[in-house]
């Protein structure tokens, strides 16, 4: 494949690089207590970010408080996904969905917004993740800090995801430029927001990756 042809896969459309943090591992028991997302131009030009608390509802369990920090108290006057699935779905649209192991997010992202009621019109989505595996990065592993580090990328708040947003947004805009240097393909994934698909999915991608998403 030539550079412009890796170039083109993407060009017309840009990309919406997201991250969600939860009260679990599993997207049908667990709920999302944090999004973020960067609008990212074909071009590699911030075009908005946006985040927000969620409340995943009465009596629900924030999950790990030592990982994210974030407590029933943080979350109790945030609005509930219902009330803010429509603006994600409004930031994703039409674009390249982009997470740091993305079967993750977009299982929950996909799962959330089902239930309330809103479609996310996403045709494929990339993953940072893997993208670093098919550059070959000479890392000890796959996660977001070890791959911000290979790039020299700063963590400032890890497992908080308007920070992890960003990172991810920068470890993206490296990796594209390494893969049209040596005219990799990258390796998009379709997006089905079929519950059944979603499960197969995340059941493969934890199967690989272990219990650590990061």
Same mark, same amino acid.
């Given at each position: 494949?030539?550079?412009?042809?890796?170039?083109?896969?993407?060009?017309?459309?840009?990309?919406?690089?997201?991250?969600v943090e939860t009260t679990g591992l599993d997207p049908y028991r667990d709920r999302v207590i944090q999004v973020a997302i960067r609008q990212i131009s074909a071009d590699g030009v911030t075009e908005s970010v946006?985040?927000?608390?969620?409340? +995943?509802?009465?009596?629900?369990? +924030?999950? +790990?408080?030592?990982?994210?920090?974030?407590?029933?108290?943080?979350?109790?006057?945030?609005?509930?996904?219902?009330?803010?699935?429509?603006?994600?779905?409004?930031?994703?649209?039409?674009?390249?969905?982009?997470?740091?192991?993305?079967? /993750?997010?977009?299982? /929950?992202?996909?799962?959330?917004?089902?239930?309330?009621?809103?479609?996310?019109?996403?045709?494929?989505?990339?993953?940072?993740?893997?993208?670093?595996?098919?550059?070959?990065?000479?890392?000890?592993?796959?996660?977001?800090?070890?791959?911000?580090?290979?790039?020299?990328?700063?963590?400032?708040?890890?497992?908080?995801?308007?920070?992890?947003?960003?990172?991810?947004?920068?470890?993206l805009l490296r990796e594209l430029a390494d893969a049209t240097k040596i005219g990799v393909a990258l390796p998009l994934v379709a997006c089905n927001t079929a519950r059944h698909r979603v499960e197969r999915t995340?059941?493969?991608? /934890?199967?690989?990756?272990?219990?650590?998403?990061?």
């Amino acid at each position: 494949m030539t550079r412009t042809e890796v170039r083109r896969q993407s060009r017309a459309r840009g990309y919406a690089v997201l991250d969600v943090e939860t009260t679990g591992l599993d997207p049908y028991r667990d709920r999302v207590i944090q999004v973020a997302i960067r609008q990212i131009s074909a071009d590699g030009v911030t075009e908005s970010v946006w985040e927000t608390l969620v409340n +995943p509802g009465a009596g629900v369990d +924030p999950g +790990p408080v030592e990982v994210h920090g974030l407590t029933s108290a943080h979350l109790a006057e945030a609005p509930s996904y219902q009330e803010v699935a429509a603006t994600i779905a409004h930031h994703l649209r039409g674009r390249v969905f982009v997470a740091h192991n993305a079967a /993750f997010d977009w299982a /929950f992202v996909s799962v959330e917004s089902d239930r309330a009621g809103v479609r996310l019109e996403v045709l494929d989505w990339l993953c940072t993740m893997r993208l670093a595996k098919v550059l070959a990065l000479e890392v000890a592993d796959k996660s977001l800090a070890t791959i911000a580090a290979y790039y020299t990328v700063e963590q400032l708040k890890a497992h908080d995801a308007g920070d992890d947003t960003r990172v991810a947004a920068e470890i993206l805009l490296r990796e594209l430029a390494d893969a049209t240097k040596i005219g990799v393909a990258l390796p998009l994934v379709a997006c089905n927001t079929a519950r059944h698909r979603v499960e197969r999915t995340v059941r493969r991608w /934890f199967s690989r990756l272990g219990p650590a998403r990061r």
